[in-house]
């Protein structure tokens, strides 16, 4: 029986060293990453100076011709994720801060993303890596369920998350293998597609009385004299349930609405993502109200 005890410590012990190994290989190869993605574009980076930045989710990613501020002299990166929510814009936010970027204005997508405060967990695990490197993501996390799980058991958040940080995405940082997410000042434009979802029934949805994250993206914006521009942005013109964006501006009035700045379908590629030309015709109204001077 003794023998068998030791036998099976001894396999505890080899298997939570051989965890600690990859926990610090893994996490060393994300570090020397930079251009799979925002987050680690962020991460990785040494101070920046912006004219303007661009938070959100996938409304604000394809959304925003980051390209059309560069031409009025503005520096400017599309730093909107797909499928994130203001958890995420939030934190990315916060690491801008923590790395020392100096911003002079945040435009923040906040329309759709208001009715919950909850991470989008595909989103949020590209975050996991540094989670032992930097101060706000551990904190930004603190409150999450599986956070002790996540910070203190060693190659956890690696197995948990394996689709989006685990080894295909190691693989392919070794590789050098870059994606499209980092093109195009990070703008990425959508074109028309005849199967693209132009209904969108929305009467359910109800932005929260007060949204925690973006409570803190304003509060940051105030702390650090950055101006914050939050908008709602356009949306086709089948949707069901429009009086949504009348809820958002009652809760937060100094949002700016511009849901209805492009609502023709063909402008869409899907109900609540333009194209390219809607884009276009969208970030031109941006800069003609905020960025006239």
Known sequence: MKKFLIYIAKIILVTVIIAFLLDGL????????GNRGKIEKVFNSKAQKYDV???GSSRANN?????????KGLKTFNYGMSGG???????MLKLMIERNYEIKNVILE???NLSNDHQSEGVSAKFLPYIHNSEVIKDHFSNEADFNELYYIP????IKYDGKIGFREIFKILKDEKTNALDN????PLVKHKNGNMKNNIVNLKPLAHNKYYEEIKNICKIHNINFIPVMTPMCENVVGMNYFEKVKKAYPEIYNYENVVVENKYFSSCGHMTDTGAKMFTARILKDFFKK
Do not use: C, K, N, P
């Open 26 to 33: 893994y996490t060393y190869i994300f570090m020397q990453s």
């Open 63 to 71: 959304h925003f011709v980051a390209q059309m501020f560069e031409d």
């Open 53 to 55: 930045v661009i938070l």
């Open 85 to 91: 929510h203001l958890f995420e814009a939030s934190l």
């Open 110 to 112: 906040a329309d759709l």
């Open 185 to 188: 000042l990070g703008y990425y």
């Open 155 to 158: 190659f956890y958040r690696y």
